[in-house]
């Protein structure tokens, strides 16, 4: 009499671990057991491989490798995955984009974490980072970031310290002395000597006052002379959402963290997803938006003020990437405006577009490209409703670079104007327009 051979209890065997069966069972029936045996395990398997291959083809690369657009030294873009940075450069899955050919990355970041922060520092390259003062130690300000905490600033590296949402109509403008602005509209001129917790004290003839921080609306440091060498070195501008951003010598990515390399050799750490941009400062090109002009001369007409602001239109101070999305930067002027940049003589070429930042028929404008006082490019009746192509003027050892917006032939009204992606390049080639 053969012995029936029931599934059902043969799972409940298999699961147990091996199959214990008294009864003799029949060599085919064996087998076919042993068959049963193999299928349900191999089944088993091969589902958690599929599951694990779907689960690949879903989810993709790992969640800190987003997508990121990358603009390289010609001025074109292409989305990218990012496996990792390094000195070496932006490694990809398709080989590695070297420094040598990379503007800038960038990728759209939700919500971060920062904000909340009473007080913002303004550098001189254009930075800003929201925390709170700590001390001033000889020529080194001390600030307590939310993000980066404790991070050190020389002080003739920084440009002004505003309290958050204030937006001072002038903080890039040449100082001869320090200026304390006070909420109230008062202002006090003369030599900071302290910077603390408390507040600011500052030397106003024979006068100290220290002014508490909840009384002051902006701390505007005096300017110093122009060093045509200070910007040459290469640098990274990592870009942290909510405006703000820091420039550093070095920058890593690996997992889901990026490394800054802060000037005093130290390191700090910030998750990917609150990194929304790294733009490589004197690369392939250095912006002059990063660069301080030697001579920066504003002649109005009549009683207008529109000072040249850096990365920000002139008029309503807007950042030129929210006015000119597709550009990265921006120096927006007015009639009668020059401004001039000595140079090293490792640079190739200087390459702009620009624009009429206005939409009134009524403006006009004659610009003009000066290399050590010669005229090297003009265009007249410069008009609103177009966005100029891309001028890119070889410097030939050139010393002094000038950009000048003059008066047109309805002198100066509504000439507001805009000079885009203003860059000097290090091959002289074709340029092309973002």
């Not at 005096?222 to 010598?249: I, K, Q, Y």
Request: hydrophobic share 40%.
């Amino acid at each position: 009499m053969k012995t029936e051979l029931n599934l059902q209890d043969a799972k409940t065997q298999r699961n147990a671990g091996l199959p214990q069966i008294k009864n003799q069972i029949h060599t085919d029936e064996m087998q076919d057991y042993l068959a049963f045996i193999c299928y349900e395990k191999c089944s088993w398997r091969l589902g958690v491989l599929a599951v694990s291959f779907l689960s690949f083809l879903l989810v993709g690369r790992p969640s800190w490798a987003g997508t990121w657009n990358l603009t390289d030294s010609r001025f074109v873009s292409r989305v990218v995955s990012i496996e990792s940075i390094d000195g070496a450069g932006i490694h990809l899955s398709s080989g590695v984009v070297p420094w040598d050919d990379v503007l800038e990355i960038s990728q759209t970041i939700g919500a971060t974490g920062g904000g909340g922060e009473k007080f913002s520092v303004v550098s001189r390259s254009g930075d800003l980072l929201g925390g709170e003062p700590i001390s001033l130690n000889g020529d080194t300000l001390d600030w307590q970031s939310g993000r980066l905490g404790e991070v050190s600033f020389g002080i003739d590296s920084v440009m002004a310290i505003v309290r958050s949402g204030s937006s001072p109509a002038d903080p890039d403008q040449v100082r001869t002395d320090d200026v304390v602005r006070l909420a109230n509209g008062d202002t006090t001129h003369g030599i900071i000597t302290q910077i603390g917790s408390g507040g600011v004290t500052i030397q106003a003839g024979d006068a100290t006052p220290t002014l508490g921080w909840d009384s002051v609306d902006a701390v505007l440091f005096s300017s110093g002379p122009a060093n045509p060498h200070a910007a040459e070195g290469r640098m990274f501008r990592v870009e942290l959402g909510s405006d703000e951003s820091l420039t550093v010598p070095d920058v890593a990515l690996a997992g889901d963290k990026v490394t800054v390399f802060l000037a005093d050799k130290s390191t700090r750490q910030i998750d990917v997803g609150s990194v929304s941009g790294i733009e490589q400062v004197n690369g392939p090109i250095s912006w002059l938006t990063a660069r301080r002009p030697s001579e920066n001369i504003y002649k109005p007409f009549l009683g207008e003020n529109f000072p040249t602001r850096f990365d920000r239109t002139v008029a309503d101070g807007k950042p030129i990437r929210e006015r000119y999305p597709t550009f990265h930067h921006g120096i927006g002027c007015h009639s009668y405006s020059k401004l001039v940049y000595d140079l090293s003589g490792k640079w190739g070429a200087f390459r702009s577009q620009f624009a009429i930042d206005s939409d009134s028929p009524l403006a006009d404008v004659t610009v003009r490209i000066y290399l050590d006082d010669k005229v090297a490019f003009e265009q007249k009746n410069v008009k609103a409703g177009r966005v100029y192509p891309v001028v890119a003027v070889p410097l030939a050892g050139a010393k002094r670079l000038a950009l000048e917006v003059d008066y047109g032939e309805n002198y100066a009204t509504e000439d507001r104007f805009v000079w885009l992606d203003p860059a000097l390049i290090r091959s002289v080639g074709p340029a092309t327009a973002p």
